[in-house]
């Protein structure tokens, strides 16, 4: 389709989004659009963007909920064809933007999961699972990189040598929408690092040429997926019963430095989330964690 074409195109180089996200927003598109020719030669109308209105937007949305969709796939969605509108309707392919006035499904903010600090301790100082001492020693250098910056996992594969900066600890991080920012390398993570590049990570490389900082056992960069394997095999190993995965190490970072008196704002930058309100759902956490010691503690509670 000619103007969904145009669109990714725009996305891709306008925007300079990753090839995950627009793949996310091609596949969001597809099934809408999809949906809505369907509908279209139903009600007999033409099918053209022209014939699109709010209407069969709002149809696409009870579609999707009575298929029982989350609300948080709802409303991925709906921004998708929000995106979508407003660029056909500037761009004048459209003579209306269809999806302009529709409200986004209120979503459920559910508190994420965190590990306490002896679960986070588990992963960094118990014996690690893996095939050679590299790989064992790439995993706990994974653990404490994605604890001690509290970095995303694409942003972890992401990692290339030279990203890191020995002499200042730091790390320079490609975020979201390609978003460039430097957070600061804590001790421990620095020295499993360079343990890891110094002892372990030439072995991993057998004699290859490969810039990533994390490697898989074939020498070449680690994917996310890889990532998830990782921690899946070692919380096993270590008889985690909590659904532990990369991001659960993000939150953890958040809310430690939250209950021992970071500023919410510095937490912000951090994480690199783009809006104060993101990062607001790690106080309700710290409060959960200080009633159960309320709780727990005061004789009347």
Not at 155 to 170: F, R, T, W
């Amino acid at each position: 389709m000619v103007e969904l074409k145009h669109y990714l195109d725009h996305l891709r180089v306008q925007r300079n989004l990753s090839p995950a996200t627009i793949l996310a927003y091609e596949r969001d598109l597809t099934h809408f659009l999809t949906f809505v020719w369907e509908q279209l030669d139903f009600l007999g109308r033409p099918q053209r963007m022209d014939s699109i209105d709010k209407y069969l937007v709002r149809d696409y949305l009870s579609f999707l909920t009575r298929e029982h969709y989350a609300r948080s796939t709802l409303a991925r969605r709906l921004a998708s064809i929000r995106g979508f509108s407003r660029f056909m309707y500037t761009q004048g392919m459209v003579k209306r933007d269809f999806a302009i006035g529709l409200k986004t499904p209120k979503q459920k903010k559910s508190i994420p999961d965190v590990m306490s600090m002896d679960e986070i301790m588990r992963y960094l100082e118990l014996n690690m699972p893996g095939q050679s001492e590299a790989l064992q020693a790439r995993n706990r250098t994974i653990f404490e990189v994605l604890y001690g910056t509290g970095i995303r996992v694409a942003e972890l594969v992401g990692l290339n040598l030279a990203d890191v900066d020995h002499a200042s600890q730091y790390l320079t991080v490609l975020g979201k929408g390609r978003k460039e920012r430097v957070v600061p390398l804590g001790d421990y993570a620095l020295l499993s690092i360079e343990s890891y590049c110094s002892k372990y990570r030439p072995e991993l490389l057998q004699g290859q040429q490969e810039e990533a900082l994390f490697l898989n056992s074939r020498g070449r960069r680690l994917t996310t997926r890889g990532v998830q394997y990782i921690v899946d095999q070692c919380s096993q190993h270590l008889e985690t019963y909590k659904n532990i995965s990369p991001h659960v190490f993000r939150h953890t970072f958040a809310t430690h430095l939250l209950d021992n008196g970071a500023d919410l704002r510095a937490i912000q930058e951090l994480l690199g989330h783009s809006s104060l309100s993101t990062t607001q759902i790690y106080t309700k956490v710290t409060m959960g964690h200080l009633r159960s010691v309320y709780d727990r503690a005061h004789p009347r509670a």
